[in-house]
């Protein structure tokens, strides 16, 4: 396969930007090559600097549910830059897409539009801190909220520990009221509780793990995530940046049937613009600058384009069969991808829900961070390149999710089967 453009931009890139890239992921490294530039997009496909095609698995980390330019979602868009980019002032479009989250996740009373992921997970931390007036925060191994310096923290040593940075730069005392559990893990969270009860926050949780790859709620995990926060008067913040519009019209929560008091989101809301925002209970959100002491600002958070994008989107999810057929689509997937690791008796184990999947080489079930890292990543960088070569564009690293969209095809899906069938061949 022809990179030579993308191998000469990747060299300039590196001039400019740190390791090439604008986020550490896209730069290849957990899997080897250089990385392609992409030019242009549509349906499922990408296409790179040099031409070659892609049936596309990525779909920019999530958001691109639809697929690529959309074209209802680019004609919407087209029709509101005429008017203008952004005006810091509030504008229609904003209230219209609060109003549609709203209705299709009735956890949510109020919400906040803010312009990351990463800034929603934060700034429902600072509210939950405020409304509880605790300060310290559960989470995951393995669990991704965004880069905010409380969130970058991993297990110290043991079980259930005080979290120690994850990034240098981030201050011990950023991560001292982290405290960090194995997904899945009942008990650990009951010990925290235990020990720390009453000066626990929030618990934050990716409702369908990830970022350690796709690793699904064991059954009553989540139900006993929401008894402890009840009952010890923390606060359950589900992080539905991923699965909120993807796995279901009303995200996780609806498929689990459990009430978050805190929900953030991104990605699909914005179909590929740059968006996030946190909502939840009236009583909580109403503590947000300006009605309450809670600050939080964004010069372009609720900006008219994103809107007008995450409307469209919203508006084409919310029609009957939609995710019946993207349904559809990822179990003839996974069956197909099953069917040739089983006749090449490779240990592969895709772990799956809705459009979101993870191939695991390994023959355990991947319940946590931990057994998800025992899974062959090596493997899974050899199994990447040569799907590369086959004209199938995964994320390019075992701890992340790949995506099917609306736009993939039974015959995208067949391609994809045939070339996993050649490359576990060519691997075996
Ligand atoms: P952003 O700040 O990247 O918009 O969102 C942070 C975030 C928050 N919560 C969850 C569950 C997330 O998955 C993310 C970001 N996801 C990663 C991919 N797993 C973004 C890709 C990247 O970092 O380049």
């Not at 890239?21 to 250089?34: I, L, N, Y």
Request: include cysteine; glycine fraction near 10%; charge should be negative.
């Amino acid at each position: 396969m022809n990179q030579e453009r993308s191998r000469k931009l990747f060299r300039e890139a590196q001039r400019y930007l740190p390791g090439g890239v604008d986020s550490p992921v896209r730069a290849f490294k957990a899997v080897g090559g250089s990385p392609l530039f992409i030019k242009r997009g549509r349906g499922s496909k990408i296409y790179d600097e040099d031409g070659n095609e892609f049936i596309d698995y990525v779909c920019s980390w999530g958001p691109l549910i639809l697929g690529h330019s959309h074209p209802r979602v680019v004609e919407a868009l087209n029709k509101t830059v005429e008017m203008g980019t952004s005006f810091g002032a509030p504008t229609e479009l904003e209230t219209a897409l609060a109003k549609m989250i709203c209705a299709a996740m009735p956890s949510i009373e109020m919400i906040r539009f803010v312009n990351s992921g990463t800034e929603a997970a934060m700034s429902a931390i600072r509210l939950a801190r405020a409304f509880t007036g605790r300060d310290m925060v559960v989470k995951f191994a393995g669990c991704y909220h965004g880069h905010s310096d409380g969130l970058l923290a991993k297990a110290g040593s043991g079980i259930v520990t005080l979290g120690i940075p994850d990034s240098l730069g981030v201050p011990s005392s950023c991560t001292a009221t982290t405290l960090v559990a194995p997904y899945n893990d009942v008990e650990a969270v009951e010990q925290l509780f235990n020990d720390f009860g009453p000066k626990i926050a929030a618990v934050i949780i990716e409702p369908i793990a990830a970022n350690m790859g796709v690793v699904p709620p064991c059954p009553g995990f989540l139900e006993r995530l929401h008894s402890l926060t009840q009952d010890s008067g923390a606060l359950l913040i589900f992080d539905e940046v991923i699965t909120g519009f993807r796995v279901a019209y009303g995200g996780a929560q609806s498929i689990y049937e459990i009430t978050p008091d805190l929900t953030c989101l991104g990605k699909i809301i914005g179909s590929g613009l740059p968006v996030g925002a946190y909502g939840g209970r009236r009583d909580i959100m109403e503590m947000v600058a300006p009605t309450g002491s809670v600050y939080q600002a964004g010069t372009l958070s609720g900006n008219p384009l994103a809107m007008t994008a995450g409307i469209e989107t919203l508006r084409i999810l919310s029609q009957p069969e939609i995710y019946s057929q993207l349904e559809e689509k990822s179990f003839a997937l996974e069956r197909g991808i099953m069917a040739v690791a089983a006749d090449a008796k490779i240990a592969l184990h895709l772990s799956r829900l809705g459009t979101m999947f993870t191939p695991f080489f390994t023959n355990e079930t991947v319940i946590d961070y931990e057994t998800a890292k025992r899974a062959d990543a090596k493997l899974y960088g050899r199994f990447f390149q040569k799907m590369l070569e086959e004209g199938i564009y995964l994320p390019p690293s075992q701890f992340e999710a790949a995506f099917v969209s609306l736009a993939h095809s039974n015959e995208d899906i067949q391609v994809t089967v045939k070339a996993t069938e050649k490359t576990i061949k060519r691997l075996a």
